[in-house]
């Protein structure tokens, strides 16, 4: 295991807070982790084989550790949050908010703020607000914040020293800054605030401070401004009324998780909590396989990132808890990103356990809408051939190849590609199988038996050694093994050709560095599951697996097991493989159409230098024929294709006289 080739690293690691990463032969990061004490928490990856299959992937990839020492275990997961969202490793939960809604961005950095629409949110000097849901809701408010407060929509540099106030203005949205006798910073910073309470949804708050500031407007006998306060209140209350929220005073300032993991993924459902409302419901989602997960690392992974760019209101409530070392240290990095107290705790009952439930429901509704049935049947069956193989993860990209020719005429491969249960049309790719080099004994290992495989694995002998006496009987049988009952030459044929296709499509891919299947599907038995095998150990790639499923039988054959797996005919798992399989062959089958077209469509005239399809076309329609061409003279010739051309056609016909 390549783990254990780092024990001497991890012995000298340091005692002290820090990040550790981890890294595969080609440089690429498979995890990030913080630790408080980094030699204890990474020794204890030695002995953390068969804890999961995610785990045991990772032991037995990692070949080189680093590790970062920080001065509190706080920082340590910080820079964990930051490695993790900056180099997504593969092994890591990286959740994200899915929806793409809009925020409502007032611009507080600015002398004279004003709102906009923002599509993600940024650590700077604005205040933002949201999502919003429909995205069309977002507008609405942004609206409200004109019509309200008198917030100014447009971009210009604002001095004071305009003047006269824009048309805004006269239609009342905008309390006119621009013009200092109109309003000043004081009064636009009361429009600011009152918008903020707005947008926070704080309306209880600033309903009672716009009513003060209608019944002052009133005592001065301002009575115009108090009707347009007290319009704004109005609208309000209106909107406030109208808001189906799941209120409760008791719940005050909160965040509350839900999570629903599934084959296909998970989700993560946040309830915010303000006031005793529930003023927003962010989703997180992560697609991959979380059936190796614990429900704590994902509830872990989503406060990290979900509070990489949010404060913590005072009490996050969780539906799982954490060990106490882990507690205090998200306690602490919450606690000092807000400037006060947050704690972390698991409701057991009450009025708070039943939004934790009310989350958990959304999540598991959510989970459903996102990972519809055809999706989570996919993952189904990727999760049965995990475990009927014996596959450290899930086969999520599969690679198949099937092969194609008349009695050796035109013989093609085709490969094809299938990720999480759907077909990568982009990554098909087909090949034209070259000639194999003949030798003396040529004909006589094609009368040999093919399989080595019979006995169970290996390459077939006729691709291992010289010809070796066999009866007719261990030859028939050995065709029957390999799923079809093709003459024997034309076996080794196809045993040959799915060598060569193997080998070729994974050196490209060594040297390009990947990306390695997590199964490789080979369309045939015994024979062509050895010959892809051998292919494999010539590259070194010993470690991939390849599994066969034989037609008729529709039998999975493996390296390691003599006799072959038969799946039930309704099993997701064999679904899968044969709608793979089938693509494969209808892949392949119209490439070999398109050759053989080719190859009867062949002109003569291909073979001469300089002649393309134009002029292949052109000589053709003059002269009726390559009789025709092979007849004219230079001075026709070049009339139709120039001078050179015609040189070319006549020095390749007197050199095939």
Known sequence: MPIQDLKGQISRLPEQPGVYLYFNGAGETLYVGKAKVLRDRVRSYLGAHGISPRIDALLNEAQ????????????????????????????????????????????????????????????????????????????????????????????????????????????KRCVAPCVREICGPAEYGVAVEHTRLFLEGRNDELVATLKNRMVQAAMDEEYERAAQVRDAIRTIETLKNRQQKMATAELGDRDAFGVKLGPAGAVVQVFQVRGGKVVERVELVTEGASTALEESEVVQAALQQF??????????????????????????????????????????????????????????????????????????????????????????????????????????????????GRMKRSEYRKYTIRPMAKTAGTRERADSPAPAAASGGGAPRALMAPAAAASRESASSAAAASGGGAPRALIFDDFASMHQVVQRRYRKLLEHGGPFPDLILIDGGK?????????????????????????????????????????????????LIQRIRDEAHRFAITFHRQSRARRDLRSEIDDIGGVGPRRRKALLTAFGSVAGVRRATREDLARVVGTKCADAVLAHFAAGA
């Open 64 to 171: 080189r550790l680093e590790t970062i020492v920080t001065d509190s275990v706080v920082e340590a997961l910080a820079l964990e949050n930051h490695l993790i969202k900056q180099r997504v490793p593969k092994y890591n939960i990286l959740l994200r908010d899915d929806k793409n809604y809009p925020y409502l961005q007032l611009t507080t950095g600015e002398a004279f703020p004003r709102v906009l629409v923002a599509r993600r949110v940024e650590k700077d000097q604005h205040f933002y607000a949201g999502p919003f849901l429909p995205a069309s809701l977002a507008r609405r408010t942004m609206s409200l914040s004109h019509k309200l407060f008198g917030i100014r929509s447009c971009s210009e540099a604002i001095t004071g020293d305009r003047a006269r106030p824009c048309l805004e203005y006269d239609i």
């Open 527 to 575: 024979g062509q599951l050895a010959s892809a095998y051998q292919a494999l150990e010539e590259l070194g790639l010993s470690n991939l697996v390849a599994v066969g499923i034989a037609k008729k039988e529709e039998t999975l054959f493996t390296r390691d097991l003599i006799d072959g797996i038969a799946l039930p005919t309704d099993s997701p798992a064999l679904l």
């Open 307 to 420: 509070y990489a760019d949010r404060v913590a209101p005072p009490d996050v409530h969780l539906p799982v808890g954490f060990s106490d070392a882990d507690t205090e240290m998200i306690e602490g990095w919450l606690s000092g990103t807000a400037n006060r107290r947050v704690r972390i705790c698991v409701p057991k009952r009450g009025e708070k356990r039943g939004l934790l439930d009310l989350a958990a429901r959304n999540a598991a509704v959510a989970y459903q809408a996102r990972f519809n049935e055809n999706v989570t049947a996919n993952y189904d069956a990727l999760e049965t051939l995990r475990a009927v193989l014996g596959l450290s993860s899930l086969p999520r990209r599969i690679e198949c190849f099937d092969i194609s020719t008349i009695q050796g005429s035109e013989t093609v491969a085709s490969m094809v590609v299938c990720e999480d």
